[in-house]
């Protein structure tokens, strides 16, 4: 019952936000290029600054972090939502009453199910921001080559590694907090929308204050 | 049989239980009345432990589940099923996922006899044909005969039902009555009750405690609930037109 449960989130809250994922981070992706040609390079500057500037935005920054901020407002309040909605409509009682441990039974599977799937998403984004990268440099804003030389520059492969140690205390964050305000609400629609809320800001704010101490102690 | 002695329960300074004395018969329904805010559904909860009673004994066939550790807890509920006000139903499970649902997480049997047992269950509550039907997709009498359904997949031997008629038409609560009725006399399981539903009292009320604010005011059956002098029951169940009529014909 509990690997059902965990391969119902792997695809709930991983396999259904890969979409998004790509989405955003194709576009962020292509929008760092473009804005770095257009305002930071110069001809002081190598011409690989472009690329290699975007892959280090991406790797360390955008794909952990910016990532997983976005990912606590799809991710974060779905789970407080379903969690609380099975509280307020008695479904966790039903649970309890059966002798079955609800907390464990709802929370644990989330919690792994997004630690798990958050890494891959992780390496889903920085793919498809190099993919954005690429696509402005196919209309013509950087060249291909100057690019492709920019993102391999000086590339070290720990801080993939850290992104994804990051990004992996970021989907615990989510997880866990979310599902406390979920499992905690007391009341009805209302409470559950407040808590939903609340679990979006409370993680938010958790990542960045984690993002603070992971990056040097990292680095 | 479920026994309940000196219960109370406080909520901070609030005493919502007052000196509750009761016993619960096997093979009968049981009814817990009272107005709504009178204390039925927190002693409902303290029975099956959603609350912790503040002083009392609660016994199940002679065990103490006020005493009882958390793992013992755990395995009496296992001989509980309860059907919720309104339903509880799991929406993300189809109907027979709900059902199988405690077959899944606690028999031993085999998966076609998990799935056999649900779809006798279902049967037995007339709702074969909807197994792959979802909570959202089925009306409210047919959720709550899901629940029933759900609640006797692993043969309880307690059974505990808060306000099951609610929110359903006059017809469709006979149906709900008749079944919870058959299936306690059927199953020989103490089932417990909890209504402000009048066609309830008097249809299947073989043993009944009428609740009001936090005591035990009367006790009785539905013969005796006609013929009984305590005002506060009076008011409250001849409260309707209907009720009253009832009474003044028979007397």
Redesign the interface.
């Known amino acids: 019952?509990f690997l059902k449960q965990y391969i119902k989130e792997l695809t709930q809250l991983g396999v259904d936000s890969i979409g998004i994922v790509l989405l955003i981070s194709f576009f962020i992706g292509a929008v760092i290029c473009i804005q770095i040609k257009l305002n930071i390079a110069s001809p002081w500057m190598p011409n690989f600054t472009t690329g290699y500037t975007t892959r280090e935005i991406m790797v360390l920054e955008f794909s952990s972090s910016i990532m997983c901020l976005i990912l606590s407002g799809k991710v974060g309040s779905n789970i407080a939502s379903e969690i609380g909605t099975?509280r307020v409509?008695?479904?966790i009682?039903?649970l309890?009453?059966?002798?079955?441990?609800s907390a464990s039974f709802l929370i644990l599977p989330k919690i792994l199910g997004l630690m798990t799937m958050i890494p891959c998403l992780v390496v889903f984004s920085m793919a498809a921001g190099f993919g954005g990268a690429y696509a402005s440099a196919l209309v013509g804003i950087v060249s291909v080559d100057d690019l492709t030389i920019g993102l391999q520059h000086d590339f070290r492969q720990w801080f993939i590694w850290m992104s994804m140690i990051k990004s992996f205390v970021f989907a615990f964050i989510i997880a866990s907090v979310s599902s406390f305000y979920g499992y905690t609400v007391e009341g009805g629609s209302f409470d559950v929308g407040k808590a939903s809320t609340d679990a979006v800001v409370r993680s938010s704010m958790l990542i960045l204050f984690a993002d603070i101490f992971l990056t040097p102690l990292l680095s | 049989m479920i026994e309940i002695k000196h219960l109370y329960k406080s909520f901070e300074d609030r005493e919502v239980l007052k000196d509750i004395n009761a016993i619960f018969e096997e093979g009968k329904t049981n009814l817990i009345i009272g107005q709504s805010g009178s204390g039925k559904t927190v002693l409902m909860k303290n029975i099956?432990?959603?609350f912790e009673p503040t002083q009392g004994e609660i016994l199940y066939d002679g065990r103490d589940f006020v005493k009882m550790t958390k793992h013992e807890?755990?395995?009496?509920?296992?001989e509980?099923?309860?059907i919720?006000?309104?339903a509880?139903?799991?929406?993300s499970m189809s109907v027979l996922e709900n059902v199988m649902?405690?077959l899944?997480?606690?028999s031993d049997k085999n998966e076609a006899d998990r799935i056999a047992r649900a779809k006798f269950c279902l049967d037995r509550v007339n709702l074969a044909g909807a197994e792959n039907k979802f909570p959202g997709e089925i009306s409210g009498g047919m959720q709550k005969r899901v629940a029933i359904a759900r609640a006797i997949a692993l043969n309880p031997k307690y059974l505990?039902c808060d306000e099951p008629n609610s929110g359903l038409d006059p017809k469709t609560s006979l149906v709900i009555d008749d079944l919870i009725h058959s299936i306690t006399d059927e199953y020989k399981m103490t089932t417990i009750i909890n209504t402000h539903d009048m066609n309830s009292v008097m249809g299947i009320g073989e043993n009944i405690i009428y609740i009001c604010e936090g005591r035990k005011e009367w006790e009785g059956n539905k013969n005796q609930i006609m013929t009984s002098t305590n005002e506060r029951l009076n008011s409250f169940i001849f409260a309707s037109d209907l009720f009253r009529k009832v009474k003044e014909a028979n007397s």
């Not at chain 1, 309890?96 to 441990?101: A, F, H, P, Q, R």
């Not at chain 2, 807890?73 to 296992?78: E, M």
């Open positions: 019952m099975m409509t008695q479904q009682d039903a309890e009453i059966m002798g079955v441990n | 099956v432990g959603l807890k755990v395995l009496i509920r296992r509980m099923g309860m919720f006000q309104s509880a139903l799991f929406d649902f405690p899944d997480m606690f505990f």
